[in-house]
Protein backbone atom coordinates (compact mmCIF):
# COMPACT_ATOMS: atom_id res chain seq x y z
CA UNK A 1 0.00 0.00 0.00
CA UNK A 2 1.98 3.04 -0.91
CA UNK A 3 1.15 6.03 1.96
CA UNK A 4 0.58 8.89 -0.08
CA UNK A 5 1.65 12.10 1.91
CA UNK A 6 -1.24 14.87 0.64
CA UNK A 7 -4.58 14.77 -0.33
CA UNK A 8 -5.23 14.78 -3.95
CA UNK A 9 -7.74 17.38 -3.84
CA UNK A 10 -6.77 20.11 -1.24
CA UNK A 11 -2.92 19.25 -0.94
CA UNK A 12 -3.33 18.91 3.12
CA UNK A 13 -0.15 16.96 4.32
CA UNK A 14 -0.99 13.31 5.44
CA UNK A 15 1.74 11.54 7.53
CA UNK A 16 1.53 7.99 8.26
CA UNK A 17 -0.69 8.52 11.30
CA UNK A 18 -3.11 10.45 9.80
CA UNK A 19 -6.91 9.74 9.26
CA UNK A 20 -7.16 9.77 5.70
CA UNK A 21 -9.08 7.52 2.72
CA UNK A 22 -8.20 5.72 0.11
CA UNK A 23 -10.17 3.95 -2.60
CA UNK A 24 -9.34 0.84 -4.72
CA UNK A 25 -6.68 2.40 -6.54
CA UNK A 26 -4.87 3.97 -3.63
CA UNK A 27 -6.58 7.70 -4.84
CA UNK A 28 -5.91 9.47 -0.97
CA UNK A 29 -7.95 12.60 0.13
CA UNK A 30 -8.16 14.13 3.84
CA UNK A 31 -11.38 13.89 6.00
CA UNK A 32 -12.91 16.79 4.89
CA UNK A 33 -12.43 16.07 1.06
CA UNK A 34 -13.76 12.85 1.57
CA UNK A 35 -16.96 13.78 3.44
CA UNK A 36 -17.32 16.90 1.18
CA UNK A 37 -17.44 13.90 -1.98
CA UNK A 38 -19.85 11.72 0.11
CA UNK A 39 -17.20 8.71 0.26
CA UNK A 40 -17.18 8.67 -3.95
CA UNK A 41 -13.46 9.03 -5.42
CA UNK A 42 -14.28 11.80 -7.92
CA UNK A 43 -11.21 9.93 -10.29
CA UNK A 44 -12.93 6.17 -10.41
CA UNK A 45 -16.25 6.30 -8.68
CA UNK A 46 -15.28 3.93 -6.20
CA UNK A 47 -15.66 3.93 -2.26
CA UNK A 48 -13.58 5.90 -0.19
CA UNK A 49 -12.79 3.62 2.58
CA UNK A 50 -10.51 4.80 6.02
CA UNK A 51 -6.81 4.10 4.95
CA UNK A 52 -4.83 2.19 8.00
CA UNK A 53 -1.87 3.80 9.52
CA UNK A 54 1.10 2.84 10.31
CA UNK A 55 3.07 3.00 13.52
CA UNK A 56 6.69 1.57 12.15
CA UNK A 57 9.24 1.75 9.81
CA UNK A 58 9.29 -0.35 6.70
CA UNK A 59 12.74 -1.34 7.76
CA UNK A 60 11.83 -2.18 11.54
CA UNK A 61 9.03 -4.74 9.91
CA UNK A 62 11.22 -6.23 7.94
CA UNK A 63 13.84 -7.18 10.06
CA UNK A 64 10.75 -8.29 12.73
CA UNK A 65 9.45 -10.40 9.82
CA UNK A 66 13.23 -11.53 9.33
CA UNK A 67 14.04 -12.79 12.88
CA UNK A 68 10.91 -14.29 13.12
CA UNK A 69 11.27 -16.53 10.48
CA UNK A 70 14.94 -17.52 11.05
CA UNK A 71 14.44 -17.82 14.97
CA UNK A 72 10.47 -18.67 15.27
CA UNK A 73 8.51 -16.62 17.49
Known sequence: LKMKSQCESCS????????AFICSYECTFCTTCTNSMKHV???????????????RGVVDVAAS???NKLFGK
Open 65 to 67: QLK
Open 41 to 55: CPNCDGELVKRPTRK
Open 12 to 19: EKLGNESD
